[in-house]
């Protein structure tokens, strides 16, 4: 066994009197932060109270962007921004639950990366109601029994989630926020090593994200769909000879072993959810507009089209087609702008675009997200 050499030890007494007195320093700060967190709670429950008369919303998204980031433009280390960002995020949590707690649907069960993109986004003070699906999200924020609802809309290597896409396009609903959450699956099981899986159950999306490593790695596996990668790590868990794919979080809840960890395909996996609410936001200097329009069957109308944002020199930044439900054959086309809608080359280029298409509609202008690494 190895020793501490006799001579380190008169060490040790003037380092633990050094430690001390910095501890206890610590415990005054600790302290004050409390007393200070409580002020600003008290101050939030008095903005509460005068948001509930006024019949004004307890999330204010845009007020929420300005604070993080003038929060990030004074800080002076040695915290780094991310650090400090997302122990703001908690404290905005905690002082908006005391104004009033925010209901937040999202695509359930728990422990799935819907699930993650929650609490990143909203904190871990917010009540989290799980869906089973897209449309109940939406429907839940409609009937009024949540004020927000978080859905994915697209990822980095598979693309657009186009039920989300079908919602926007019927709903009275807005885009008020967008959160991008990194995407790193683990394999889980009960069982020891690779060589005993022959099943591997996952949501169809985290299977197509991982397909190469799949087929490398496990040729002689099974792959099971499964309606989430939470239902796939219960499926695991109960299935002797069965892995599945998801989120490190729902490996911890079922007990299940981690065979093997970042087995996407891709190392930049991020999946783009979108915030939705009944609200309009205002801007806060950091903008993104989402809209979706229907152009005319007719030769050069999208061209026609993006030609008046060019012309504005309004930014697209993306652009996706889907079919209409409604008309056979006809595609409506959701596109990205940089800016709000209330910025004047914005304003200018959505009217000039609503003369050149058949129908366009606004589906919102909100904060834009911070990449997550």
């Known amino acids: 066994m190895n020793t501490v050499p006799s001579q380190a030890l008169p060490e040790a007494g003037p380092a633990n009197e050094a430690i001390g007195a910095l501890r206890s320093e610590i415990d005054q700060v600790d302290r004050e932060l409390m007393n200070l967190l409580n002020k600003r709670a008290r101050l939030a429950m008095d903005i509460g109270r005068l948001k509930q008369a006024a019949g004004l919303p307890v999330f204010v998204p845009e007020r929420e962007c300005e604070l993080l980031e003038r929060l990030a433009e004074g800080n002076h280390g040695p915290l780094p921004d991310r650090y400090l960002v997302n122990v703001f995020r908690e404290v905005i949590s905690a002082c908006r639950s005391v104004q009033q707690p925010l209901r937040v649907a999202f695509l359930g069960p728990e422990f799935t990366f819907s699930h993650q993109a929650a609490v990143q986004h909203f904190g871990t003070s917010c009540r989290l109601t799980p ?53 790193s699956h683990v394999l889980m099981s009960n069982e020891e090593d690779l060589d005993a899986i022959t099943t591997v159950y996952s949501h169809p999306q985290a299977l197509a994200q991982c397909r190469e490593w799949l087929s490398r790695n496990l040729p002689q596996a099974r792959v099971a769909e499964a309606s989430s990668t939470a239902a796939a790590a219960r499926q695991a868990a109960e299935t002797p000879g069965a892995a599945a794919i998801g989120a490190v979080a729902a490996a911890s809840h079922h007990c299940l072993k981690v065979l093997a960890e970042g087995i996407q395909d891709y190392s930049y996996n991020t999946t783009r959810f979108l915030v939705i609410g009944t609200q309009d936001v205002p801007p806060c200097g950091q903008d993104k507009t989402s809209i979706v329009f229907l152009t005319a069957h007719r030769p050069g109308s999208l061209y026609q089209a993006l030609g008046e944002l060019a012309e504005m020199g309004v930014n697209m930044s993306r652009i996706e087609s889907r079919p209409t439900k409604d008309r056979p054959w006809e595609y409506a086309f959701f596109v990205d702008l940089q800016g709000h809608r209330k910025d004047p080359n914005v304003a200018k280029a959505l009217a000039a675009l609503e003369s050149q298409v058949e129908r366009v509609n606004i589906l919102g202008s909100f904060p834009v997200g911070e990449m997550q690494s």
Not at 147 to 165: D, F, R
């Open 131 to 183: 869906q089973s699906g897209i449309a109940e999200v939406f429907r839940e924020v409609e009937g009024g029994r949540c004020q927000v609802g978080l859905v994915p809309v697209e990822n980095s290597g598979e693309g657009a989630v186009g039920a989300s896409l079908d919602q926007l396009m019927t709903t009275r609903l807005k885009v008020c926020g967008e959160v991008y959450t990194p995407i």
